[in-house]
C-alpha cells in the first residue's frame, strides 16, 4: 500500500485568475442534518451526506468558502470556519497561509503573481476565556502493549533501476504486528507534517508499503482486544506512550462567559514569501469563528497577487480535508498604464520552400497582468 503525501499546491494561478472555481463548501441554511444549520457541498455541488454528529463526535474542521476576493482600499472579507458534527471539549485548528508560487517549465520558481506577507493582514478571532479550563475534545489514548512493528524481511523485494541509475519501480517492504486482536488500524507518521494519520483502509495485522516511503515516515499500528485499544511501538526505534491528561486550573466564578468578539493580527516576522502558521481555537459547544482578511492599500500598480489558507492539522477534533483550503486572490485598485502589442517588424519575405515563417509579437508598457492575443490571416 503506499501513502500519498499532503502538500499545499503552488499551481493555484490559473485557477483564481480566470476564474475557475469550486462551489461554497459549507452553506448556513434554516434546515439541515449536517448539524448547526449547515450543509455541505462537494465539488461538484451535491451535498455531503454525513451523520456528523456521530462520524465526528468532536468535530471537524472546514471552510465555508473554497476562495476569496479582496481589493485594495475596499472592505476587508470575513473566512468563516465551521466545527462540524460534536463540540465536545476544546479544539484548536492549525492554519497555514502560502503565497501561491508558479512553477515555470524549467522547473524554476515564478513569485510574479504570490502574495506575501506585506501585501495584507490577516486577523484571528480569540479563543472563548473559558476555552483554557477546558480539556481538548478527544478520546482516550490507545494503552500502550510494548509490541514492536516488525518487517517481514524474507518477502521484501528491491527497487529496479534504468541504465542511468534512476528508479523504474520501488520494491516492496512488508510490516506486520505478531499480534491476534478483533480490529487492526495502521497510522502512519510524516515527519513533513509532524502527524500521525490514519492510512484508510489498513485494517489487517499487515501492511505493505514500498521503498519510497520509508526515510521521513514511521508506522504503528493500533488493535483491540478483549474490548480495549493498545498501540505498538513503531519502526526506527519509535516508543508510543499514550498522552497524559491535562491539569486544568478550576474555572473563577468571575469569568466572563461571552464577551464580545475580539481578533488578533497574525504575527508574521519572517521572509516576505514564507509560509507562516497560526492556530484558532474552540471552546466547548463553539462551532462557529471567523477570520479577517485585508489588503495592503498602496499606490502602486502591481499583478493580481495569490495565496492559499489551508487547515493543516488540529489538536482535538479532525480535519475535513477535502474541504480545507481555500484560494485567496489580492486585487489592485491603481490603475496601470496600457499594454501594446505589436509585431517587430511589419515586412517578412518567406520562400515558399520554407513551409514555415516566424512571426515575433513584442509587447511595452504595462507587463503585470497576462495578456491574451488573438489573430487571424487573411489572403492578400
Known amino acids: ?75 476587508e472579507q470575513r473566512i ?29 520558481l515564478s513569485y510574479a503573481n504570490a502574495a506575501g506577507k506585506y501585501d495584507y493582514t490577516l486577523k484571528v478571532e480569540d479563543p472563548l476565556p473559558i476555552a483554557q479550563y477546558q480539556p481538548v475534545g478527544r ?29 523504474l ?19 502512519a507518521y510524516s515527519s513533513e507534517t ?5 492510512i484508510e483502509g489498513a485494517t489487517e495485522n499487515t501492511l505493505l508499503i514500498d521503498q519510497s516511503m520509508i526515510e521521513g515516515y514511521n508506522y504503528r499500528c493500533v488493535y483491540t482486544k478483549d474490548g480495549v485499544e493498545y498501540s505498538t511501538d513503531g519502526l526506527s526505534g519509535y516508543k508510543y ?4 491528561q491535562e491539569e486544568l486550573e478550576p474555572i473563577p466564578d468571575d469569568l466572563e462567559l461571552n464577551p464580545p ?5 497574525v504575527e508574521m516576522d519572517e521572509g516576505e514569501f514564507d509560509v507562516y502558521t497560526f492556530p484558532m481555537t474552540f471552546a466547548e459547544g463553539e462551532w462557529m469563528k471567523e477570520i ?11 499583478a493580481d497577487e495569490l495565496a492559499a489558507l489551508t487547515i493543516i492539522g488540529c489538536e482535538g477534533g479532525s480535519v475535513y480535508d477535502t474541504s480545507n483550503t481555500l484560494a485567496i486572490h489580492i486585487a489592485d485598485n491603481d490603475e496601470a498604464e496600457p499594454s501594446y502589442v505589436s509585431f517587430a517588424v511589419t515586412d517578412y519575405v518567406v520562400d515558399k520552400s520554407d513551409l514555415t515563417a516566424t512571426l515575433t509579437l513584442t509587447r511595452t508598457g504595462d507587463l503585470l497582468q497576462f495578456l491574451e492575443v488573438e489573430y487571424k490571416t487573411v489572403d492578400a
Open 169 to 187: 519501480t520501488y520494491g516492496d517492504i512488508p510490516l506486520f504486528v505478531e499480534v491476534e486482536a478483533e480490529s487492526y488500524q495502521w497510522y
Open 292 to 302: 479577517i482578511i485585508s489588503a495592503t492599500d498602496d499606490e502602486q500598480p502591481e
Open 241 to 244: 506512550e499514550p498522552r497524559t
Open 261 to 265: 468578539q475580539t481578533f488578533s493580527t
Open 80 to 108: 468563516t470556519v465551521y466545527r462540524l458534527g460534536g463540540t465536545e471539549g476544546r479544539a484548536t485548528a492549525y492554519f497555514q497561509i502560502a503565497p501561491a508560487v508558479a512553477q515555470l517549465e524549467d522547473d524554476t
Open 139 to 167: 478520546p482516550d489514548d490507545p494503552l500502550a502493549s510494548g509490541e514492536q512493528v516488525q518487517i517481514d524481511e524474507e518477502n521484501c523485494t528491491d527497487n529496479t533501476y534504468d541504465d542511468d541509475g534512476k528508479v
Open 194 to 198: 509532524g502527524e500521525w494519520d490514519a
Open 1 to 75: 500500500m503506499k501513502l500519498i503525501k499532503k502538500s499545499i499546491s503552488v499551481l493555484l494561478t490559473l485557477t483564481l485568475l480566470f476564474g475557475i472555481g469550486q462551489p461554497a463548501f459549507a452553506t448556513m441554511t434554516d434546515n439541515s442534518t449536517a448539524g448547526n444549520g449547515i450543509v455541505v457541498t462537494d465539488a461538484n455541488g451535491n451535498v455531503v451526506e454525513e451523520d456528523w454528529e456521530t462520524t465526528f463526535p468532536y468535530g471537524t474542521f472546514v471552510l465555508a468558502q473554497s476562495e476569496v476576493t479582496v481589493e485594495e482600499g475596499q472592505t
